[in-house]
């Protein structure tokens, strides 16, 4: 089968890979989609940031080069003997966080904590391939109104749910949301759905702008214009925001999440920065708080269900639909520098349709 393995920083391959026996536990998935995600962005141009090059990752027992790519989701091809509940031909997403399932957190149901939690995709093969081999606890089943397209997104409109839930916001509260990527635009539906009252979109990029107003933004803020902070409190009436969400993973924005807050608000970090300053003078003046969200926990069956009955319509921040040859081209390189691709999907199979 082909796959795209990585094997350092912009040295993605296209290979062909044997068929492997599934061990216990497993199932063998026709991969219908792959999203480049964020992190994958990360590994391609300065990497390696999570995945393994020395020592293997305890639950994959993988070590580079791997397949890269975790937001996918495929028909199952096959099931280890052990397997229950799954089927061949069975279509589902692919949940594609690891668990041991006996540490503290997998006990107490936040396996997104997992002592040795890791990404199918990033510490071990996934999904940007002709087929993937997944853990069967990762497959959930899709809904039959729920498309293929709709699928390869759950795994980032998962990210965006628990980050949303994660936070204090409640119905009727305003929130800022800076960075209008994949998962900024996400937190922009959720939060909608959520059913909060204003929401401020903040980004850079104008048509990420007009595509934040498109799927729910009440306002936008172009952050290369003038005083976000100020331009914020013009919004709110001078008080801010309970909440904000950051979701670029850079200090400039994270010092703007802060600042844009009303007093006893609370900013929700998504975006990975390896360190920032701030200015804790006005964090306890102002009695804000803090909240980072990582991944998901129990959310896929709700999620899916929210997208197969229109109420959340994540495919919206699908841009480019690309071919596993061509994915390193028209994917990772148009992201990195085109500036007119959000949500890039690759398409391992020939084309037969959505």
Request: proline letters at 5%; charged letters at 20%.
């Amino acid at each position: 089968m082909k796959a795209l393995k990585w094997h350092g920083a912009r040295d993605l391959r296209l290979e062909i890979m044997e068929r492997r026996p599934l061990k216990t536990g497993e199932i063998r998935i026709k991969v219908a989609y792959c999203g480049i995600c964020g992190s994958d962005m990360h590994e391609y141009l300065h990497g390696p940031d999570s995945i393994p090059v020395s020592a293997p990752h305890p639950l994959s027992n993988s070590v580079a080069p791997i397949v890269i790519g975790h937001e996918f989701c495929g028909t199952v091809l096959e099931t280890a003997t052990d397997v229950a509940g799954l089927q061949v031909g069975d279509r589902v997403a692919v949940e594609p966080e690891y668990r041991c399932g006996h540490c503290t957190y997998c006990r107490e149901g936040r396996y997104n904590l997992c002592e040795s939690m890791g990404f199918v995709g990033l510490m071990g093969d996934g999904g940007m391939a002709e087929e993937a081999v997944v853990p069967a606890y990762m497959a959930h089943v899709l809904p039959r109104s729920l498309s293929f397209r709709q699928a390869a997104v759950a795994e980032p409109a998962a990210v965006a749910l628990h980050g949303v839930r994660q936070s204090a916001l409640r119905p009727g509260d305003d929130c800022v949301i800076f960075g209008m990527g994949a998962i900024g635009l996400l937190l922009v539906i959720m939060a909608r759905h959520h059913g909060a009252g204003r929401i401020i979109a903040v980004d850079i990029d104008p048509r990420r702008l007009q595509l934040a107003s498109e799927v729910g933004a009440s306002d936008t803020v172009d952050a290369s214009h003038g005083d976000v902070v100020r331009k914020v409190r013009e919004l709110t009436g001078g008080a801010g925001a309970p909440v904000s969400f950051e979701a670029v993973g850079r200090p400039e924005t994270l010092k703007g999440a802060l600042g844009v807050l009303s007093k006893g608000g609370e900013a929700v970090l998504l975006g990975l920065m390896p360190e920032a300053s701030i200015d804790t003078f006005d964090l306890v003046n102002r009695e804000l708080r803090i909240t980072s969200s990582v991944g998901y926990r129990g959310l896929y069956p709700e999620l899916l269900e929210l997208m197969a009955s229109g109420a959340v319509d994540a495919e919206r921040i699908v841009t480019h639909t690309v071919s596993l040859e061509t994915a390193i081209r028209d994917g990772f390189e148009r992201l990195a520098f085109a500036g007119d691709a959000i949500k890039v999907l690759v398409q391992p199979q020939q084309p037969v349709g959505i």
